[in-house]
């Protein structure tokens, strides 16, 4: 993996110094060039002039091979940055490699059980309803004969209620 460091480790091709100067290397190491040569230089827009003129290009035709080499390279350079973080470096696309992961750590303690509510009331049907209650298949009331039915297993007992 790289690492990209805070500067280029490189100087500007020339800076802009007073008019009518001559070109030199600073203390900076950076050359300056006369005011009225940095003014040309950046008022270029076309370098047609040096491929039409012969002796410019058999001249500079080498520093124009590697200028193109490196306007590619920018090139590729850019679209790799591009497609690896965005457009936006606050939101990058690529947050890099994931560390190792750590060892498995040791079970925590198993917490407190909450206090146990009260038992809720048993029903005839319930699993630990009253056993006397547990063969009783129907209770019914008669109205012809006015008697409440209950029928135990088996057995049938007619019971008369009190009027």
Do not use: C, W
């Not at 270029?44 to 003129?53: A, C, G, M, R, W």
């Amino acid at each position: 993996m790289a690492n990209i460091n805070d500067n280029i480790r490189g100087k500007k091709l020339y800076k802009q110094g007073d008019s009518g100067v001559d070109a030199s290397r600073g203390s900076d190491g950076e050359v300056t060039v006369s005011k009225e040569k940095s003014d040309e230089l950046n008022s270029l827009t076309d370098i047609s002039e040096v491929f039409n003129d012969d002796g410019l290009y058999q001249t500079n035709k080498f520093l124009l091979k590697q200028i193109e080499d490196l306007r590619i390279d920018v090139e590729e350079l850019h679209a790799f940055i591009k497609d690896a973080f965005g457009k936006d470096s606050t939101s990058a696309a690529s947050k890099g490699d994931t560390g190792a992961t750590g060892p498995q750590g040791p079970k925590g303690d198993t917490g407190a059980t909450g206090a146990t509510g009260p038992a809720g009331a048993n029903g005839k049907n319930g699993t630990n309803g009253n056993s006397h209650l547990d063969n009783i298949k129907s209770i019914t009331f008669n109205e012809k004969s006015g008697q409440l039915q209950i029928t135990i297993g088996d057995a049938v007992y007619r019971l008369n209620p009190a009027k």
